[in-house]
């Protein structure tokens, strides 16, 4: 590929997002409620399950944190194969016919994002429950009116926790297209779209869906800035 057919990709793929394409914004349409939908499941399980490892000396909590941290690095495609294997039609979950659909897919990116937002919690909690928990004791504060304090304190980095995992979930390719299928009109998202356009010479959609893919990441790091400042770091 030459340079000139690079720039005129950037181009073309400038002018297919100015333009409104129709193909282009569904599938970007479809990226983002497919990755916000498994965030926000993973959010509302992930956050009160780390929370609960945090706080309550559970039954085998040792190896559900060690457990949790080591899914955390889990290889999409190993998820993306075992959640095929569970939805084929030979599977355990086959006659809910649910493999190639955008369901398979929100399903497959929760799994990925889960232990994210449960390790993230994890540790946010557990940096702030030795001083709140001993304030609010002190000022004669429940058990459960402890937790929510800790929690409350914590909240910045488990909106980072949520937003790290929306970025992982946005961004991954292998796993969705398992599952998916890359079905034009149907399943295909950003990632796998930019996949099968750089094979078939459609650098304009592929540069494109780039552009977007940038963008979101962009913003998505912007708000994780806002919410959690590095350290020495103002905010405005």
Do not use: C, H
């Not at 355990?92 to 493999?99: D, E, I």
């Not at 488990?158 to 034009?184: C, D, H």
């Amino acid at each position: 590929m030459r340079l000139s057919d690079l720039l005129n990709g950037i181009i073309q793929g400038f002018q297919l997002l100015i333009r409104f394409d129709p193909e282009l914004y569904r599938i970007i349409f479809l990226s983002i409620v497919v990755s916000g939908t498994a965030s926000a499941l993973g959010a509302l399980v992930g956050v009160p399950l780390g929370s609960l490892l945090a706080f309550r000396p559970i039954w085998g909590r040792g190896f559900l944190i060690r457990l949790t941290n080591t899914l955390m690095g889990l290889p999409p495609v190993l998820a993306g194969l075992s959640v095929y294997l569970l939805l084929s039609n030979q599977g355990p979950f086959g006659r809910a016919r649910l493999l190639f659909t955008p369901a398979a897919m929100v399903i497959v990116q929760f799994i990925l994002v889960l232990p994210i937002v449960t390790g993230l919690t994890l540790v946010a909690v557990r940096e702030k429950d030795r001083l709140v928990r001993d304030t609010a004791m002190a000022l004669g504060a429940s058990r459960w009116q402890t937790d929510l304090a800790v929690i409350s304190e914590a909240r910045r980095a488990i909106e980072t926790a949520a937003m790290a995992a929306f970025g992982r979930a946005i961004a991954e390719v292998g796993a969705v297209m398992l599952v998916g299928g890359n079905i034009q009109g149907q399943t295909r998202v950003m990632t796998t779209a930019i996949v099968l356009d750089t094979r078939q010479g459609r650098y304009d959609l592929a540069i494109a869906l780039g552009l977007v893919l940038l963008l979101l990441a962009f913003v998505v790091n912007s708000l994780v800035g806002r919410v959690a400042p590095s350290a020495g770091e103002k905010r405005p």
